[in-house]
């Protein structure tokens, strides 16, 4: 069974730092998403990385695939109160066919 | 945009109740998926569909069944509802790998609670 660890599970930090959330697994994907999830609602897609060494960004956010496409990262600069939910990485793997993996999430509170 | 409802917010029924829980998309996507959330276990899959009138299990199908009729509806069946089945329940959609990548749209979920 081809697992995605994230982590930390848990992060909760003070307006205007920086943090980074890891996504990481022993199996190569052929695409990897990161989805937000606020309370009560379901997950938003946030980006799609696909290449290998890939970075996307998306105002703070920065992504980045790993080059092997066995891991990702989610970096958020300055955070804000808005940037609190919960973050699921989730991987696209041949054997999964058009089902995603996904990690168990970092669920992120930023406090002013 | 994708837009993916679902046919309830909240739901509260008594065990052994059959439920239907009802998921629409209109991006005319073939792939169809039903998840269940609970804290600690994140998403889990329960059934898949690719197709009308196709179906795949997940990795959680026990007392569940699904039906997809129409391309756009695809239906998650509490055959008889228990009190472990109380959680939020996520209907997703996706176009197929190559178009997409696999990305998934998700509605609004579902919260159920069985008493």
């Known amino acids: 069974t081809q697992l995605l660890e994230q982590s930390p599970q848990f992060l909760s930090i003070q307006e205007g730092e920086n943090l980074t959330v890891y996504c990481n697994s022993s199996s190569v994907f052929s695409s990897l998403q990161w989805y937000r999830q606020e309370p009560g609602e379901g997950p938003v897609l946030l980006v799609t990385?696909?290449?290998?060494?890939e970075v996307k960004k998306l105002k703070r956010l920065t992504f980045q695939f790993g080059d092997a496409r066995k891991d990702s990262s989610l970096h958020i600069t300055a955070a804000q109160p808005g940037d609190t939910g919960l973050y699921l990485c989730?991987?696209?793997?041949?054997?999964?066919?058009?089902?995603?993996?996904f990690g168990k999430g970092t669920t992120l509170s930023v406090s002013s | 945009d994708v837009k993916v409802t679902q046919s309830s917010r909240y739901l509260v029924k008594r065990t052994g109740e059959k439920v239907f829980l009802e998921c629409v998309q209109d991006m005319d996507h073939e792939n169809m998926f039903w998840y269940r959330q609970d804290p600690g276990l994140g998403l889990r899959l329960i059934y898949f569909s690719y197709d009308v009138k196709m179906k795949e299990k997940g990795d959680i199908p026990e007392g569940y069944s699904v039906s997809r009729e129409k391309k756009e509806r695809f239906s998650l069946i509490l055959e008889s509802a228990s009190t472990n089945q109380t959680s939020m329940y996520l209907c997703?959609?996706?176009?197929?790998?190559?178009?997409?990548?696999?990305?998934?749209?998700f509605g609004p979920g579902t919260r159920l609670t069985v008493l």
């Open positions: 989730a991987g696209a793997h041949r054997d999964a066919g058009t089902a995603l993996i």
């Open positions: 990385v696909v290449t290998g060494g």
């Open positions: 997703a959609s996706s176009q197929d790998f190559f178009s997409s990548y696999n990305e998934q749209f």
